[in-house]
């Protein structure tokens, strides 16, 4: 199957809020955007799925290696990924996140 194939299951996945088929798309992309990863993470937020920690935490990681964040940034990013585990409907805490990667170019 195609990266273009992976791509279009992921996002027919995201759009579901399906946890797991998103998770299988992602593995077969092998490499996701700051922004997918983003979203798959507010999806296994929602699914109160395990892996949502491990999850944002990449996601951290990504956003800190794109070097034009400040710390500050990156504290409001783990700060909205909290308040993201903790109520996946915050709106707030979601826009603050996209905000971040908007800041990237991602």
């Known amino acids: 199957m195609s ?5 279009a299951r992921f996002q027919k996945a995201i759009e579901q809020s399906d946890a797991p088929a998103a998770l299988a798309a ?5 490499t996701v955007g700051l922004y ?9 937020a ?25 710390l500050a940034d990156v504290h409001a ?3 909205a990924l909290v308040a993201l585990g903790a109520d996946p409907a915050d709106a707030g805490a979601f826009q603050t996140l996209e905000g971040l990667v908007q800041f990237t170019g991602a």
């Open 77 to 79: 990013g783990a700060t």
């Open 36 to 44: 997918d990863a983003l979203c798959l993470c507010r999806v296994l």
């Open 26 to 30: 992602a593995r077969g992309m092998g």
């Open 3 to 7: 990266y273009g194939e992976h791509l």
């Open 46 to 70: 929602v699914a109160r799925d395990p892996l949502f920690e491990r999850a944002a935490k990449r996601w951290l990681t990504m956003l800190a290696g794109e070097g034009r964040q400040s």
